[in-house]
């Protein structure tokens, strides 16, 4: 999962904000998969934040808290489901060229 480019407009007019917290859980065991701390100094980083270790065709919730100036951590957020996209299996079944030589 990686966060949207650009800053969020409910963010703009925070100045109190110093980092937000992502964090990623099993929706089937609650296990948290990762979190990962991204500093915020008025813009998000570049390259955008992301969440490894994911597994594909996975339901996730996903959450987000802030901390504020003086290093107060707010509550998480109630959270969002996601699914990851299912994996994916190629094999070579006919080659499209021959080459003589």
């Known amino acids: 999962y990686t ?6 407009q ?5 100045s109190d904000i110093t ?3 992502i ?3 099993s929706v ?5 998969i990762q979190t990962v701390t991204v500093p ?3 813009t ?10 994911l597994e594909c065709g996975t339901e996730y919730n996903l959450q987000i808290r ?5 290093e107060h951590w707010g509550p998480w957020c109630e959270g969002s489901t996601q699914w990851t996209l299912p994996g994916i299996t190629m094999s070579v079944t006919d080659l499209g060229e021959t080459f003589l030589g």
Not at 3 to 8: H, R
Not at 10 to 14: F, G, K, T
């Open 3 to 8: 966060v949207p480019t650009g800053t969020p």
């Open 10 to 14: 409910w963010l703009e007019s925070h």
């Open 19 to 21: 980092a937000c917290e």
């Open 23 to 25: 964090k990623a859980s």
């Open 28 to 32: 089937d065991t609650g296990a948290v």
């Open 40 to 42: 915020y100094d008025g």
């Open 44 to 53: 998000l980083p570049s390259p955008e934040p992301s969440v490894t270790g």
């Open 66 to 70: 802030l901390q504020y100036k003086g």
